[in-house]
């Protein structure tokens, strides 16, 4: 379905392949794209035969374990007309689905209760073949993250970087597949610059303008510090931070921006080190 390949990896079909260094990779931007497409193009055909399903709102999402079940089979206002409300509360139970079942399947049933539509046939097979397979897809990249998990957890630096805040099984991965080993880096700041986190000042000819951020650095690794800077804030020192920084007159983008690159530097001191995250010492500056 999606293949990608780069220095780091190939993902493909049926493989992950990791390289020689062993580094940890996380499943990257194009099995969340491609989770993405086919949501929509399962919502396309819902809403040409079914709109009554997708407005009445019942699942949070078209991608949840019992919503992709339902459609598979019971693709067709008729079809699911064939079932009772408490048949309906079996079924979901089977799939675990525990929020107000009974009341869910008084809802599911009103969008079946709409006349005849020829087309129903032909596209409620469509659905239910996209459900199935966004079903298959949801459990494929369940599995590759919990592999990808625990090939990061195996790494000796795995327990410092989730140490810090915000360094959680999603970016953690992503910022040791994309860093390597530390020693990379000869100072923090570098590894700020190659994270694309220290202002660039803008120029041409004889005109200067304002600092922003370039886009000639790594953008994974500085969308992984941006997770784990906006993640963090949960924290009291990243928010006295952030605050301190707004205080000063800067955007949230700014905030989120200047204290992703604090925290890079103190995680660079962490792995320089080899010593976990102290909280007593959070954020110095902060």
Known sequence: MYRR?????????????????????SVGAGWAQARSDVI????????????????????????????????????TPSAL?????????????????????LERAQQLLATARVGVRPQATVYGRLVAEVAGELAALKRRINTLDAEIRDRFLS???????????????????RFLA???????????????AYAGLTPTLWQSGRSSGAH?????CNLHLR??????????????????????????????????????????R????????GTLFMPDRALAAA
């Open 5 to 25: 390949q780069t220095g780091r990896m190939v993902l493909g079909k049926d493989c992950l392949r990791l390289p020689a260094t062993g580094r940890p990779v």
């Open 40 to 75: 929509n193009w399962l919502r396309f055909l819902l809403g040409q035969y079914w709109p009554e399903f997708l407005a009445a709102g019942s699942f949070a999402a078209l991608d949840g374990d019992a919503v992709t079940a339902l459609l598979v089979a019971f693709p």
């Open 81 to 101: 007309r064939t079932q009772t409300p408490d048949e309906l509360v079996d079924f979901l139970a089977h799939q675990r689905y525990r929020r107000r079942p």
């Open 155 to 173: 790494r000796p630096e795995a327990s410092i970087v989730l140490s810090l805040p915000g360094m959680s099984h999603r970016p953690g991965p």
């Open 178 to 192: 994309e860093v390597g080993t530390i020693e990379r880096f000869g100072s923090p700041d570098a590894l700020a």
């Open 212 to 216: 922003f951020l370039s886009r000639r």
């Open 223 to 264: 969308q992984a510090l941006w997770s784990a800077a906006l993640g963090s804030l949960k924290t009291p020192a990243s928010r006295r931070f952030y605050d301190r920084k707004r205080a000063e007159g800067k955007s949230h983008h700014q905030a989120i921006i200047a204290l992703a690159r604090t925290k890079l």
């Open 266 to 273: 103190v995680l660079w001191a962490m792995l320089k080190a």
